[in-house]
């Protein structure tokens, strides 16, 4: 199976050649690699065109943005750009991020995970991050999420959800379709992905209410917010965020923002999220 990597990059030339060397060291290689260059002011540009002078199947892309990263808009716009680039002679795509490090028999892996199975739309591994001298998972989601770092999709299933969306919330609502669209998502717990650069740690100020924003918009309403708010805080301890991302979510309500599903899938939405939640209850 012919996969495609798109990998939206944004001041990372303190990670962008240990992830490029990991994917050229795969033991199955990527047919192309997209790696777009979203306004950087550092050296990653030059990093990215010694890699693509020396490997062919590497692409850069230079994309002219805000400097600002708001967790969502951004990367996926940057992502987007990469999809212009690329043709659709392809079985598997991929995003993404400039601060992994991968094992060589990572994409080996999630190739037999889609070709075991036709009703695979997603596949991912683990995100790990350094604590302390050792590799520990990143611990922010439950373990049957793939983590918006590293997300693979059949080409169908991905064609089927209508890409991703760029807004917070992309990164969930995405397995929610393909759940709704009748797809599976695999988790495999043997690929451990070194993440560099922990999740939000570039991130604004301004964002601290999106993640209200994204549970009001990805139609889960007020009493699964409260609750996947309060876990959300607590993993990353930091307790007081549960009252921002309330605060973010009757901002979004009052302001009728635009939804990330149809009225249909937010009630699918609804009813998948409270079955898990009564799974885990009992």
Avoid at 89 to 111: C, M, Q, R, S
Avoid at 179 to 193: A, G, Q, S
Avoid at 269 to 277: I, N, Q, T
Wanted: charged share 25%; aromatic share 14%.
């Amino acid at each position: 199976m012919k996969y495609y990597i798109i990998i939206p990059a944004y001041n990372e030339e303190a990670y962008m050649a240990v992830t490029l060397q990991s994917l050229v060291e795969q033991t199955v290689l990527p047919t192309k690699v997209i790696v777009v260059n979203d306004n950087s002011t550092d050296k990653t540009p030059e990093i990215i065109a010694e890699y693509s002078q020396k490997y062919p199947f590497i692409q850069l892309v230079n994309k002219v943005s805000s400097a600002i990263h708001l967790p969502g808009s951004k990367v996926i716009q940057a992502f987007q750009e990469g999809l212009k680039h690329l043709d659709d002679h392809y079985d598997i795509i991929v995003k993404v991020d400039a601060d992994l490090i991968f094992p060589k028999n990572y994409f080996e892996t999630i190739i037999h995970h889609f070709q075991s199975d036709e009703q695979i739309g997603m596949a991912g591994g683990f995100c790990y991050i350094e604590k302390n001298g050792d590799w520990v998972l990143e611990n922010l989601t439950d373990k049957d999420h793939i983590r918006g770092a590293l997300k693979a999709y059949r080409k169908v299933a991905f064609e089927q959800i209508g890409g991703l969306r760029p807004q917070m919330g992309w990164d969930t609502v995405d397995e929610l379709l393909c759940k709704f669209y009748n797809w599976k998502v695999v988790t495999d717990e043997t690929l451990h992905v070194k993440h560099l650069k922990p999740t939000g740690a570039s991130y604004n100020k301004t964002a601290r209410y999106k993640q209200g924003e994204a549970f009001y918009t990805l139609g889960y309403g007020f009493t699964i917010t409260a609750i996947a708010s309060m876990k959300l805080a607590f993993r990353k301890g930091k307790p007081f965020l549960f009252i921002d991302y309330l605060n973010g979510f009757w901002k979004a309500k009052r302001e009728n923002k635009k939804m990330l599903v149809t009225p249909e899938q937010a009630q699918f939405v609804k009813k998948y999220r409270l079955k898990k939640m009564k799974e885990k209850l009992f």
